[in-house]
């Protein structure tokens, strides 16, 4: 009988053990919105996911969703109610709603995405989280891509007329302002719906990398490139965890992550994504796109029509509180 007891009680202390073990495991939903082999996925997201469970020990976990656990535009929120637990994903899909997000959005200053995402993360930091421009979440990093420019199939852009009443795929509010005011028509729709849209002549080109035709597989899609100087625009991604699985992770492992995260985490992503946009800009010449850079009377017309930009991204933070000028300073003067 008192053996019988002894392993009853030892029993009993495994179960426990073991439930206490399992409670202390936190487990993060990753939303893949984007496709398994996407670039970043393999080269930086999967490989720092690896490693938040190597060094916690196994006691914080991601897990990777089979497929989009909701459209893109809802990412954000779905992190902030929960249904997912962490995930990367672009400002610009919900235009409006992150205006300090903007500042990187704007035309001409795209130089090296590396450079570009280190000196955002620093400005987030110091100016736009104290603000409160990620509510309800924890923000693990935040990175920008290299320059955007624009892309079409159906003809060249080698003069200012030409832009006049292309229907051109937006990426975020910032382009789609750069478009209009070149007399375009911006369309908004995610990365994912390119191709179709494009197939079907639903738009006459995309605003896009070079690197990001061949990523997502719509190089035969257009002909023609427009190279603006600095880039005609740039976009925000972030990613973000939700606050109450974040709250659960214990301090030392918060430290952990963080670690890891952050500066260390955007010059990652975006080191990998110049390489890959560098590599990408080869290929179009060698596989015979015709590229235009802007300049002269074009490069004129663009600067003049899209100068007022930076004011009115200044006016809105002014609206909030916020020294525009002293942001841009911040952002762009960290770029070496």
Known sequence: MKSLVTLLAGAC????????????????????????????????????????????EGRVRVELSAGPLGPPPRNYQMVADGVAGIVWSLH???????????LVELPFHSTDAEENSAAYWKVFKEVFEPAGMHPGVH?????????????????????????????????????AEALTALGATPIGLPVTEMRDALAKGIVDGVSLTDEALYNFNIANLVKYELAVPGGLYNASMFLV????????????????????????????????????????????????????????????????????????????????????????????????
């Open 13 to 56: 202390i495994a179960v426990i053990t073991g439930t206490a073990a399992m409670a202390e495991t936190v487990v993060l939903r990753y939303s893949n919105w984007l496709p398994p082999t996407f670039h970043i996925h393999q080269k930086v997201l999967y490989p720092y996911f690896e490693e938040i469970e190597k060094i916690t």
């Open 92 to 102: 610009g899909y919900t235009p409006g709603t992150f205006p300090m997000s903007e």
């Open 139 to 175: 923000t693990l990093t935040l990175n920008t891509q290299p320059a955007g420019q624009l892309f079409t199939s159906s003809k060249p852009i080698n003069a200012v007329s030409d832009l006049e009443g292309l229907k051109i795929r937006s990426t975020n509010s910032g382009v």
């Open 241 to 336: 965890v939700n606050q109450a699985l974040w709250d659960q992770i214990s301090p030392e492992d918060q430290e952990k992550i963080t670690a890891i995260s952050g500066e260390v985490l955007a010059r990652k992503i975006g080191r990998a994504w110049q390489d890959e946009q560098n590599e990408a800009a080869k290929k179009v010449l060698a596989d015979g796109l015709q590229v235009t850079t802007a300049d002269g009377e074009m490069l004129e017309f663009i600067n003049e029509r899209l100068s007022g930009l930076d004011q009115e991204w200044k006016d809105k933070m002014a609206a909030i509180g916020i020294d525009g000028e002293a942001a841009i300073e911040a952002y762009r003067g960290t770029k070496q």
